[in-house]
Nanobody, 116 residues
Framework: QVQLVESGGGLVQPGGSLRLSCAAS????????MNWYRQAPGKERELVAR????????NYADSVKGRFTISRDNAKNTVYLQMNSLKPEDTAVYYC?????????WGQGTQVTVSS
């Protein structure tokens, strides 16, 4: 029932921008915190950003602080990740995630490639 569907990934040049979206369904979106993770080849999955249920607080990994912005629109059941000043090291599959009573839910992921 819980479904998370990411979109917006693609190929972008260093210094460029992308906006990822995650459409949620099957649960009461507005009462859950949401997260963005990423995983690059050969690396562990890492938490990139998180946002509280009402969108009033956010947290970011040090590597993306000042460049990425997480936001949400509870009326649309959607969470976003605005990525600016992209670097090659941002290349990864990006996943939308939430946690309900110790159970993790994941989207299918969307590929972001930063290359000239």
């Amino acid at each position: 029932q819980v479904q998370l569907v990411e979109s917006g990934g693609g190929l972008v040049q260093p210094g460029g921008s992308l906006r990822l979206s995650c459409a949620a369904s099957g649960f009461t979106f507005s009462i859950y915190a949401m997260n963005w993770y990423r995983q690059a080849p050969g690396k562990e999955r890492e938490l990139v950003a998180r946002i509280s249920s009402a969108g009033r607080s956010t947290n970011y990994a040090d590597s993306v602080k000042g460049r990425f912005t997480i936001s949400r629109d509870n009326a649309k059941n959607t969470v976003y990740l605005q990525m600016n000043s992209l670097k090659p090291e941002d290349t990864a599959v990006y996943y939308c995630n939430t946690r309900r009573m110790k159970t993790e839910y994941w989207g299918q992921g969307t590929q972001v490639t930063v290359s000239s």
